[in-house]
């Protein structure tokens, strides 16, 4: 069993920052890929960003490239998220997601708001 755990939501205004963390407890994170969702009233869940087991490989929606970098601690069993330059679009729960094999886990989500 993992848990996953957000933290580092608030409210910004357009053009600030806010460094998201992703931290799990349970089996090996490094086995895991770990990626960030994010949900906005009325919408549908969409995918944010996602990094493999060990860091290597990244991958963004074209809404945050170049605004927003995921990363990775497995010693600290943490993944982040810095968002940079937001804008109200980015409004939206974000919640954290760990795939391994035939496991997949969600995290609670953190509120991420930005006012124009």
């Known amino acids: 069993q993992v848990q996953l755990t957000e933290s580092g939501g608030g409210l910004v205004q357009t053009g600030d920052s806010l460094r998201l963390s992703c931290a799990a407890s349970?089996?090996?994170?490094?086995?895991?890929?770990v990626a960030w969702f994010r949900q906005a009233p009325g919408k549908e869940r969409e995918f944010v960003s996602a990094?493999?087991?060990?860091?290597?490989?990244?991958d963004y929606a074209d809404s945050v490239k170049g605004r927003f970098t995921i990363s990775r601690d497995n010693a600290k069993n943490t993944v982040y998220l810095q968002m940079n330059s937001l804008q109200p679009e980015d409004t939206a729960v974000y919640y954290c997601?760990?795939?391994?094999?035939?496991?997949?886990?969600w995290g609670q989500g953190t509120q991420v708001t930005v006012s124009s």
């Open positions: 990094v493999s087991g060990f860091g290597v490989n990244t």
């Open positions: 349970g089996r090996t994170f490094s086995n895991f890929h």
């Open positions: 997601n760990a795939k391994a094999f035939l496991f997949e886990y």
